[in-house]
């Protein structure tokens, strides 16, 4: 993983991510709710409480409003600390409206957990413990001491004891479970979200990769017949100069064509980039995505065959930058935990083809092999592995890229570990990755045919075909 997509996997989730904007609308929603409410409770039910107050406590919710969007851009991003500042004022501004009205008896004492929500799914676990405190140390006080209501007649609203203590009880319940059930979801969304950025990022670097080679190889292919012209002139001049120095230089013009040549052909092993070189056979595509992890000290060993009965013949496929990527991911998977062999089998038949990665390492870790190809695994460390692959933080993000990319072209993935000592290769313990295509999905067209001979036509004639 490069510098840019590791900082970008290590940024907090309560990051500067949040507008200030947007908790103003919210608070202006709140504002109109909670004005409509105490104007309908007071005018239109009879509800008889400190209206003036309550009225006062709404102003100060506007004049914050007003105060933040002319002190602040409205497109400011907050920090943690400053959405966590707004709202704990937002719990306590409805804390003492929810006072001056009822305390819990009033049914809107349920929007305490509005602010724990917005915590929850946008600040740092210890700033959404504060706010989930803050909310539940007012919902106890609320509990305890409150303003209350007052029908028409003059009876007090005031639920009884064991009412009371239950919707204590169940807000705080609220508070928790809600909290926790939103962070949970939030985390999981934003740790999927950024996988996915990096296998995107994996992918474009792939791609321009691809296409940075067809460019060189381009280069190489069409300065090909120069260089070969300069050799050949090169050569007869050598023959036809008597002159010492001349030959020299002649002979020296010569071996330069020759290492122009030599460069272009190992900064383009592929030719040009047309529609025959986007395809390629199965084993050729493997060999490509084995090739960065030939020489790491294991040995890394092919093997391919056909299904009894099937066609012998090897199959084509596409060389997408997505497939060569993934099918890397896998073999250095493979090849940082092997002791010493990782295979690379591949089997077809006609309809399925099917690649077989697999060493002789420790196999996945148990208890997460029913996981594995999810973003961000964690498992503690065990003194076997971490000597093998230091550095290595567990994450499963190579699994998931990998996954995620095959998945793309059509494949289907299976990860286990092997369980049977006599397998074929030889090897008694050791992860096995089995990538499954419907050759459908993979397989590359039969090439055309090239077609018959056809007139040419030129000032000597109609040439016929031979």
């Known amino acids: 993983m490069d510098a840019p997509t590791a900082g970008l996997m290590n940024r907090d989730t309560g990051g500067q991510w949040v507008r200030l904007q947007t908790l103003t609308h919210v608070r202006w929603f709140a504002v109109l709710g909670q004005f409509l409410a105490i104007t309908v409770a007071y005018f239109w039910l009879g509800l008889i409480f400190s209206i003036a107050l309550a009225y006062l406590v709404v102003a100060v919710s506007i004049a914050s409003n007003l105060l933040s969007a002319y002190v602040f851009p409205p497109n400011r991003r907050l920090s943690d600390t400053e959405v966590l500042l707004t709202l704990i004022f937002d719990t306590t501004q409805l804390s003492v409206l929810l006072f001056l009205t009822g305390g819990l008896s009033n049914p809107f004492a349920l929007l305490l957990l509005a602010p724990v929500t917005i915590a929850a799914t946008t600040l740092q676990l210890r700033s959404t413990l504060i706010v989930g405190f803050v909310a539940g140390l007012l ?35 609220g508070i928790g479970f809600i909290g926790l059930y939103a962070r949970s979801v939030a985390t999981e969304k934003h740790a999927m979200a950024e996988a996915l950025l990096a296998t995107q990022m994996a992918l474009a670097r792939e791609q321009k990769l691809t296409d940075l080679t067809a460019v060189v190889a381009a280069a190489a292919h069409e300065l090909g017949t120069p260089l070969a012209t300069i050799k050949l002139a090169s050569a007869e001049l050598f023959d036809a100069l008597e002159d010492a120095d001349l030959r020299a230089d002649a002979k020296l013009i010569r071996e330069q064509a020759d290492r122009c040549r030599a460069i272009l052909r190992s900064m383009g092993p592929a030719g040009k980039d047309d529609l025959h070189l986007r395809r390629a056979p199965l084993e050729a595509v493997l060999a490509e995505a084995a090739a960065p992890h030939s020489d790491r000290g294991k040995s890394v060993q092919f093997k391919h065959r056909s299904a009894p009965g099937a066609d012998s013949r090897m199959p084509e496929i596409w060389r997408r930058p997505e497939v060569i990527h993934g099918l890397r991911n896998l073999i250095q998977n493979a090849v940082d935990f092997a002791a010493s062999t990782v295979w690379v089998e591949s089997e077809w038949d006609a309809d399925t083809i099917l690649l077989r990665i697999s060493d002789d390492g420790p196999g996945y870790p148990p208890e997460l092999l029913g996981r594995i190809g999810e973003p961000y695994l964690r498992r503690r460390r065990t003194g076997a592995l971490t000597p093998q692959r230091p550095g290595y933080d567990g994450m499963g993000l190579g699994l998931f890229i990998a996954k995620t990319l095959l998945e793309r072209s059509g494949a289907r993935l299976r990860f286990r570990n092997r369980t049977a000592p006599a397998h074929a290769l030889g090897a008694v313990s050791g992860a096995i990755a089995e990538v499954r295509w419907p050759r459908a999905e993979i397989e590359a067209a039969p090439r055309p045919r090239l077609g018959e001979n056809r007139l040419l036509e030129g000032n000597m004639g109609a040439i016929p075909p031979m």
């Open 139 to 173: 919902a106890t006080l609320l509990a305890v001491s409150h303003e209350p209501l007052v029908l028409s007649d003059g009876r007090p609203v005031e639920l009884p004891f064991l009412l009371l203590v239950g919707h204590w009880l169940a807000l705080l319940t």
